[in-house]
């Protein structure tokens, strides 16, 4: 089965192809994901037979970047026109969390703190006091921020500078049955956000009354 994978949701980035002739690229993207995203995303369908199937296309979908995930779902989307692919988003950090049963820990700013969980459970919480008990707790406890980040609020994990990958997308997907793999791709592709999106109202126009 050919399988693409995005991932985008940090700022070190990744594009995975699972096929015949298989490609990987990584690259640590800053904010400007495209620039790189493309020349790789380019190379790895020049891998691919016009004629070739390509059924999936996993993107994932954080918590992260919010540029950077919605620049690999719209690229996604763009490919899946073309190829008559699906896409899947999938929690960036779900790879991970299924196969260790840690959770995952991200500076959700603004002072706070967000907590993943399998299956995209996210609590967020007002300060790094509940998680320095839960620490203590013994829970298993991982992030990918680093760890001078951490430290100054006092948090001290084993495991950081943790990065999410496309490779560790397309393992997740291949260890699925075709029933979960089914239930995932029937849903609305779209980011995983630490708090619901804020949407304005529109302004009202100066000749409106």
Request: proline letters at 7%; hydrophobic letters at 45%.
């Amino acid at each position: 089965m050919n399988i693409l994978a995005l991932e985008c949701s940090s700022s070190h980035a990744s594009l995975a192809l699972h096929a015949p002739c298989s490609v990987e690229h990584a690259w640590t993207a800053g904010r400007n994901h495209d620039a790189f995203l493309f020349p790789a995303l380019r190379e790895a369908l020049r891998s691919l037979a016009e004629d070739d199937d390509l059924p999936f296309i996993l993107v994932g979908a954080g918590p992260g970047s919010y540029g950077g995930v919605r620049v690999a779902l719209a690229t996604a989307v763009g490919v899946a026109l073309v190829r008559h692919s699906r896409v899947v988003s999938i929690p960036s950090w779900e790879p991970l969390v299924a196969s260790s049963g840690c959770r995952m820990l991200s500076n959700a700013r603004r002072g706070d703190w967000a907590l993943y969980g399998a299956g995209g459970d996210i609590e967020v919480f007002n300060s790094a006091d509940p998680i320095r008990h839960l620490v203590e707790q013994g829970e298993d406890i991982r992030s990918g921020e680093a760890s001078p980040l951490l430290a100054g609020a006092g948090i001290v994990l084993q495991h950081t500078d943790l990065v999410p990958t496309a490779g560790q997308l397309i393992d997740f997907w291949l260890s699925l049955s075709p029933e979960k793999r089914e239930e995932l791709a029937a849903k609305p592709a779209e980011p995983l956000y630490v708090r619901p999106p804020h949407i304005t109202e529109a302004r009202r126009k100066p000749w409106e009354f």
